[in-house]
């Protein structure tokens, strides 16, 4: 019976956390410009351990649960304009190019199977 209780209060933590996550990506239009990711990521870098300590600490309190003191997260720097622009970049690339390969192949594929037929 406990096993089931436990197994439960993960699944609606995680639910949670991923309910979460969820919100915030589109409540902070993350997947809008790049300028507005890199400063939600930013702002999300100071926000959220602040948060995670303060969740742990009434976690503590209703549970009478001891959660050991995280580490500090550690610092990334990671520009996501130059990232987002390569990769866009790279998928119009291919995309320009997509017609022309699959007119390619076919033709390498029809002259292979001309070839075994014979």
Not at 31 to 38: A, F, H, I
Not at 71 to 87: E, H, L, Q, T, V
Request: charged share 15%; net charge positive.
């Amino acid at each position: 019976m406990v096993a089931r209780v436990w197994s439960l209060m993960r699944f609606l933590i995680k639910g949670s956390v991923a309910g979460g996550a969820v919100y915030l990506v589109y409540d902070h239009e993350l997947l809008g410009p790049s300028d507005k990711s890199q400063a939600a990521l930013q702002k999300a870098g100071e926000v959220v351990p602040p948060a995670m300590y303060q969740f742990s600490q009434y976690v503590c309190q209703q549970t009478g649960l001891q959660i050991p003191q995280l580490p500090a997260p550690p610092k990334i720097y990671f520009p996501i304009r130059d990232s987002w622009n390569a990769g866009i970049m790279t998928v119009m690339s291919a995309l320009s190019v997509a017609p022309s390969k699959a007119c390619e192949y076919s033709k390498e594929g029809w002259e292979y199977v001309k070839a075994r037929t014979k």
